[in-house]
């Protein structure tokens, strides 16, 4: 069994209100060391009124004839994680996150499912408004394969007041794309006070079976090759392979503000850093031409044999939302605005040097034969 632990800070700050107490910040990982509980809903079933499953006004939960989860703003703050999709995944069991590595744009935008059907049958909806789905088309042999799939960690845990899941089919009154079920989200509508918070996290993860790396064995200075598989050299290692990985690192801000009489406007922002983690194990395969069929290139000794990256990857994210309301004779007035930018660098295998995808076909004659002799590499250790 996998080992991680996960090691993390957290700083919140509210004004105008009291400060609580807040749960540590969890970093991504493909397992975490413990399962924080939070309570799903800090109102009475009787108070709470619920948008979603009834299109009778001031339905409460415990009226509603659909189950529905309603998670509440301190359960998302209490729950310890910086992904909305992260929070829902472990407040509803209904909720699947899946977190797939090595799958070209699904490691990026990550398609979430309820009650195990498609990513676009489930319904998301920011203030009961359709929220658009991402411009990605899940073609890999990923969860959600065939379909585009709302990106739901584009917006900010900060911003939301409180998510309304039902788990049920609404087809019927939503259409086709409510068959797993909807997920509202409700977006903060503080007309004063607000919230800032900073959290850093990072994994240290022990691979148990995976023997640390330590050097090459030699033999007159040259790499010696594996005696019962000759495709891999021989190396020493103390212990299990540790890695420390995967710094995920959050500042947000909310702010209310109060407009008119009784109107509002409640501005969110978020910058989120995650670093990459890498679970794989050294690669010993010889990575370079050999110069003869008795000799290695002596670039062996010293190349990263941690050059494939399986794990979360890589990204950068921007996120801000504007929330905001004003009373106009017997209506309102209201508008919401959400912004998103993310940079991602996922996971990838390892081109090798001497493999046939880094060569530069270029240098030899259009009638020459590719030999070792004539091997010229696009890049010189090979590539990820």
């Known amino acids: 069994m996998r080992t991680s632990f996960a090691a993390a800070l957290l700083v919140g700050t509210s004004l105008a ?52 989860d309603v998670i509440s703003e301190s359960a998302l703050q209490s729950s310890g994680l910086g992904e909305v999709n992260k929070i829902l995944n472990q407040l509803v069991p209904s909720f699947n996150f899946p ?64 998510i309304e899941v039902l788990r049920d089919g609404a087809s019927s009154q939503y259409g086709s794309d409510a068959i797993a079920g909807v997920i509202n989200v409700q977006l903060k509508t503080n007309a004063e006070g607000g919230r800032a918070q900073v959290s850093f996290g990072k994994y240290v993860t022990t691979l148990p079976g995976v023997s640390d790396f330590d050097g090459l064995v030699l033999s007159g200075g040259q790499p010696v090759l ?21 710094e995920f690192t959050t500042f947000g801000v909310n702010v209310g503000l109060p407009v008119g009489d009784g109107g509002f406007f409640n501005f969110t922002g978020e910058y989120r850093d995650r670093n990459y983690t890498n679970r794989q194990g050294f690669d010993l395969r010889p990575n370079y031409i050999r110069p003869t069929t008795t000799t290695f290139d002596p670039r ?62 270029s240098t030899i004659g259009a009638t020459t034969a590719p030999t070792n002799a004539n091997f010229v590499g696009l890049t010189p250790d090979g590539y990820l």
């Open 17 to 68: 209100t009291p400060a609580w107490a807040q749960a540590v910040q969890q970093a991504p990982s493909q397992e975490s060391a413990q399962t924080p509980t939070a309570d799903v809903e800090a109102d009475t079933p009787e108070n709470t009124i619920v948008v979603v499953g009834s299109r009778v006004a001031n339905r409460t939960v415990a009226e509603s004839p659909v189950p529905i």
């Open 226 to 246: 594996n005696t019962t598989d000759n495709r891999y050299l021989q190396a020493t290692g103390s212990g299990e392979r540790k890695a420390r990985d995967g």
């Open 99 to 162: 977190q797939p590595s090595i799958a070209d744009g699904s490691d990026v935008t990550r398609p979430a499912t309820l009650r195990g059907l498609n990513p676009d049958q489930t319904l998301v909806l920011v203030n009961g408004k359709r929220r658009h789905v991402s411009a990605l088309l899940n073609i890999n042999g990923t969860v959600g394969r065939g379909a585009a799939a709302v990106d739901m960690n584009m917006l900010p845990a900060l911003a939301i007041g409180r």
């Open 300 to 361: 062996e000794q010293t190349f990263n044999r941690l050059n494939f990256r399986y794990g979360d990857p890589k990204t950068e994210d921007f996120n801000f939302i504007i929330n905001t309301e004003v009373p106009f004779s017997s209506s309102e007035v209201y508008a919401f605005f959400t912004y998103g930018h993310r940079d991602g660098l996922s996971a990838a295998n390892f081109r090798q040097q001497s493999a046939a995808t880094n060569r530069d076909f």
